[in-house]
Nanobody, 131 residues
Framework: QVQLVESGGGSVQAEGSLRLSCEIS????????MGWFRQPPGKEREGVAV??????SYADSVKGRFTLSKDDAKNTLDLQMNGLKPEDTAVYYC??????????????????????????WGQGTQVTVSS
């Protein structure tokens, strides 16, 4: 069983920065797919960034602006978000699964798909970006 607790959301103006943190408890393995999803208001959820087996993948919409990192000492999964845009407004969820991101992608077409199934989800944290 894996528990995920997010923190760090808030409100910021466009071009600002926020850092989200996901505290991980329970057993995990380097093969597990772990990362962040988001759900903008009135839209389907979408993948933001994930990693497993030492490889990180980003959604095209956040490449070059967001950075995913894992702090093994603190056992947290952090998402540094720079150059925020109003379209980044969403509830952000930390996610994890016992399968690799590649396997999840094969099952659903893409690791970032709204149909992608992740076994573990955090409770979510709101990020609001104003113009």
């Amino acid at each position: 069983q894996v528990q995920l607790v997010e923190s760090g959301g808030g409100s910021v103006q466009a071009e600002g920065s926020l850092r989200l943190s996901c505290e991980i408890s329970g057993y995990t393995h380097r093969s597990y797919c772990m990362g962040w999803f988001r759900q903008p208001p009135g839209k389907e959820r979408e993948g933001v960034a994930v990693f497993s087996m030492g490889a990180t993948s980003y959604a095209d919409s956040v490449k070059g602006r967001f950075t995913l990192s894992k702090d093994d000492a603190k056992n947290t999964l952090d998402l540094q978000m720079n150059g925020l845009k109003p379209e980044d407004t969403a509830v952000y969820y930390c996610v994890a699964d016992i399968f690799s991101c590649e396997a999840i992608g094969r099952r659903s077409g893409s690791w970032a798909s709204s149909r992608a199934e992740y076994r573990y989800w955090g409770q979510g944290t709101q990020v609001t970006v104003s113009s």
